[in-house]
């Protein structure tokens, strides 16, 4: 339940604290009030109202049916209108409106409202779902107010911020709080990069600007974690600078042209990083090279481990994806890998993404003997016509499935029934020999985690186990 205190003794609990920079000099002392960066902000956050068409879903009962004056209450059950709100900021005076796709995907009709009640029908110019950005335009006879955007690589946890948005369709609340924390993954798409604020976000509140106390947007807020639905304090903003990206790319081409090389990689655990001689986990493993893909003309092979990007070290996979999403297409970039325990190197031609992939991580340790009936704590078995359909494996799947997990191994942690060990210390296994004598080779190296790359339902799982 929510708590209401008088705002002056808010507005003194705030002055009350200070940001210091490094060395203990003040950065942001507390504003003494928000009142007026509202007022000169606000101008430019809209509304954004939508409507859709969607097929009914309720029975019409028959006449003389028991349940037929239930038609009165319920209403027909053909074609009905569902209207929805959300938020967005004009960020060019000439009638662009940024907002969030999820707010305007399937519209049939957009609205954008402004403060003083002014109301325009908008065309959608482009959306982009991987990020959940969207691009507006209203024909205006005269410029709008509009808002800049700034530089999100400059935000830092304890910066003040302040969101302005529709929270369950109030125009033009205001909420103040801080950067919680940056680069949060939360498992909404490939792209994850958000900055996290406990700023008072809630439903209506998406699609609208998060705002430095430079007036600057650093933030498009996208989505909450919250058990009850309301906000609990965990809320969460598009950067800025991916913002500026997109926004470019829409405008100029109505679409997305994100770049690709081919291959699908994982992040790596501190196991993993130790079989390719590394003191951290660092870099991103590739566990999937497609066939004539850039990665595979330039040489690159599943297990390099990934380290640097164009002269940019890869801290984890979501680092090496955004960065060749980000690249030019056509362009030549240089990637800095580590196979067999030595660092090489590849020039990679940027091509222009046409399709998605998809990775997982890894963990941990086990003991099995290569010639008994585990092996590293599992049951294996080549695949067959019945193991196929039982465990539902596509016919291009090609490996040993798991029947067993040996009861105390590290495999229990690891590895399920039904999955596909697909590669062993990154080399294909077909056959449980092939298996047996791989394991033997690596097997030399006692001090090593033996390197797994298992399918799952498709999905490829790099794992580390202990010989």
Known sequence: MAMLMPGGRIIALLALVLVLAPGGALAHPAPDGFAPLAKRLS??????????????????????SPLERFNDTFGPGGPRTENALGSGFVYDSKGIIVTNNHVVEGADEIEVIFPDGRTFNADLVGRDAPTDLAVLRIAAKAPLPHVGLGDSDTAEPGDWVLAIGNPFGLGGSLSVGIVSARNRDIQAG???????????????????????MDGEVIGVNSAILSPSGGSVGIGFAIP??????????????????????????????????????????????????????????????????????????????????????????????????????????????????????????????????????????????????????????????????????????????????????????WQKVTTLEAARARLAILAQHADRPVALLLNRDGQLIPRAIMP
Do not use: C
């Not at 509304?47 to 028959?62: H, R, Y």
């Not at 690159?300 to 994806?321: A, K, N």
């Open 43 to 64: 101008p430019a956050v809209v509304n954004i109202a939508t409507s859709q068409k969607v097929e009914g879903d309720l029975p019409v009962f028959p006449k003389g």
């Open 190 to 212: 490939r792209y994850d990069d958000f900055i996290q604020t406990d700023a008072a976000i809630n439903r209506g509140n998406s699609g609208g600007p998060l705002f430095n």
């Open 240 to 425: 800025s600078n991916l913002v500026r990206s997109i926004v470019t790319q829409l405008l100029e081409h109505g679409e997305i042209r994100r770049g690709w090389i081919g291959v699908s990689a994982q992040s790596v655990s501190s196991e993993l990083a130790r079989s390719y001689g590394l003191d951290k986990a660092q870099g991103a493993i590739i566990v999937n090279v497609k066939p004539d893909g850039p990665a595979a003309r330039a040489g690159l092979e599943t297990g390099d481990l990934v380290t640097m990007f164009d002269g940019q070290p890869v801290i984890d996979s979501r680092t090496l994806t955004r960065a060749v999403a980000d690249s030019q297409i056509g362009r030549k970039v240089t990637l800095e890998y580590v196979r067999d325990r030595k660092t090489a190197h590849a020039v990679v031609t940027i091509a222009r993404l046409q399709e998605t992939d998809k990775a997982q991580p890894a963990k941990k340790k086990s003991a099995a003997s290569p010639t008994g009936k585990y092996i590293l704590g599992m049951q294996l078995s080549p695949l067959s016509a019945s193991l196929r359909r039982k465990y539902s494996i596509d016919s291009d799947v090609a490996g040993l499935v798991v029947l067993a997990i040996e009861p105390g191994s590290a495999a229990a942690g690891l590895v399920r029934e039904g999955d596909v060990v697909e590669e062993m210390g």
